[in-house]
């Protein structure tokens, strides 16, 4: 394994990027960018073919000038809270397109960087094409041409297992909260958990910190979330039930199991397990529903497009919202069996309005064509629903809007 590379100490001047020969070209800038930040990313996510494919024939020239964003800067110093969604859109006119700059030595780098803050990218330029490499100080960063650090590119494969300072992929502190709290169950099968039956002292709501009782099977000494019963999620279109949302409401610990007592009588009398409300987003009552904590995912969200067209309608704004706006969560009526993955990247589409067309011989009404308002980015998919992010949008998201793929 390799440390981590030191970060340059000097500024760069753009003309050297113009000074280096086109043979460099050869590797681009997911090379850097597709850095997510643990070691389950280098074991486990893995590259598609489809992607390593684009990136193959991408390192053999590097990628148009047109694809980069109008003011692309030469060189770039990575930041603490840059993510792979940020340097993409920096230096590219659609950030989500990272396989098609993701040129490399394919037969010696088999998963991508990580990058940290403190690294420098560069852009080189030759030929109407451009690549971005890591960019590394030597000899101090000093030079004998007026100051001007000396700068050896390379392209390197860094996998530093457990190093969790590498840059996300995308804004990540938005959506971990939500990944324990939002689930979508196939059928309404919360109506047979566990559930809350009473507080101590005949309370009827329960915060944090409270003792509460429930019966069901629950194991002591686990953590368990609390739900209110789960509500259908429907087709905005077809009205078909596609899944069932339940609402979060915090987390309780089992301190004691509950047990059924035989009686003389042979009578059956049931204690129930005894609960701690630990966390609380609302109060807790009789009849809140219990399941499992689940083993928090270390998957990392690698922006990609749709291998095939698809389009859809956002089903509704998660919690109380009307509307969405920019880093709200929405959910779609696409998932797994729609072929949507997380990672898939959606754009919003506005609507076209009826109009007038009164250029001809007869005036008739026409629409005009729905255009792109908004960015959406999929993070969690079920069967036949998913969850996305709201990454940008021009106008308020509401519950029929269309999507499609990029």
């Known amino acids: 394994m390799s440390s981590r590379p030191s970060s340059v100490?000097?500024?760069?001047?753009?003309?050297?990027?113009?000074?280096?020969?086109?043979?460099?070209?050869?590797?681009?800038?997911?090379?850097?960018?597709m850095a997510c930040?643990?070691?389950?990313?280098?074991?486990?996510?893995?590259?598609?073919?489809?992607?390593?494919?684009?990136?193959?024939?991408?390192?053999?020239?590097?990628?148009?000038?047109?694809?980069?964003?109008p003011n692309a800067p030469d060189s770039y110093t990575i930041k603490a809270g840059d993510t792979l969604w940020d340097l993409s859109k920096l230096f590219l006119t659609s950030p989500w397109r990272w396989p098609e700059l993701w040129g490399m030595n394919q037969a010696e780098i088999r998963n991508p960087h990580l990058i940290y803050p403190g690294q420098v990218l560069m852009l080189v330029k030759a030929d109407g094409r451009a690549s971005l490499r890591l960019a590394h100080a030597i000899d101090g960063g000093s030079s004998s041409s007026g100051g001007i650090a000396t700068v050896k590119l390379s392209p390197q494969a860094r996998v530093l297992p457990g190093d969790d300072n590498a840059i996300a992929a995308i804004p990540l502190h938005l959506i971990e909260p939500f990944l324990n709290e939002a689930v979508v169950f196939q059928s309404n099968e919360l109506a047979a958990a566990p559930r809350i039956v009473a507080g101590r002292d005949?309370?009827?709501?329960?915060?944090?910190?409270?003792?509460?009782?429930?019966?069901?099977?629950?194991?002591?000494?686990?953590?368990?979330r609390i739900f209110r019963q789960a509500q259908p999620l429907r087709d905005p279109i077809t009205k078909e039930v596609l899944g069932y949302e339940a609402r979060y409401l915090g987390t309780a610990d089992v301190m004691q199991a509950g047990k059924d007592e035989t009686l003389a009588d042979g009578k059956t009398l049931a204690t129930p397990?005894?609960?701690?409300?630990?966390?609380?987003?609302?109060?807790?009552?009789?009849?809140?529903?219990?399941?499992?904590?689940?083993?928090?995912?270390s998957n990392r969200y690698v922006p990609h497009a749709p291998k095939n067209p698809v389009t859809g309608s956002v089903i509704g704004i998660y919690g109380d919202a009307l509307t969405g706006g920019q880093n709200q969560i929405v959910s779609i009526n696409r998932g797994a069996v729609d072929g949507m993955e997380r990672g898939h990247v959606l754009a919003l589409l506005k609507k076209g309005p009826l109009i007038k067309d009164k250029s001809g011989a007869k005036t008739e009404f026409i629409k005009l064509p729905d255009e792109k308002h908004g960015t959406l980015f999929v993070f969690q998919v079920y069967d036949r629903v998913s969850y996305a992010l709201i990454i940008?949008?021009?106008?308020?998201?509401?519950?029929?809007?269309?999507?499609?793929?990029?």
């Not at 100490?9 to 800038?29: D, E, M, N, V």
């Not at 930040?37 to 590259?47: H, N």
């Not at 630990?278 to 009552?285: A, D, H, T, Y």
């Not at 940008?392 to 990029?406: I, K």
């Open 202 to 224: 005949d309370r009827i709501l329960m915060t944090r910190g409270d003792t509460a009782y429930a019966r069901g099977d629950l194991k002591e000494r686990e953590e368990y």
């Open 392 to 406: 940008s949008v021009q106008e308020p998201v509401n519950a029929g809007d269309r999507f499609s793929e990029p």
């Open 273 to 297: 397990a005894t609960l701690q409300i630990r966390q609380i987003r609302e109060e807790v009552g009789p009849g809140d529903r219990l399941a499992l904590v689940p083993q928090r995912s």
């Open 9 to 33: 100490r000097k500024p760069f001047a753009a003309r050297q990027s113009h000074s280096i020969s086109a043979g460099l070209l050869c590797t681009s800038l997911v090379a850097a960018l």
């Open 37 to 69: 930040g643990t070691s389950a990313w280098a074991a486990g996510l893995t590259v598609t073919p489809q992607q390593r494919s684009t990136a193959a024939e991408v390192a053999q020239s590097g990628v148009p000038l047109s694809e980069l964003a």
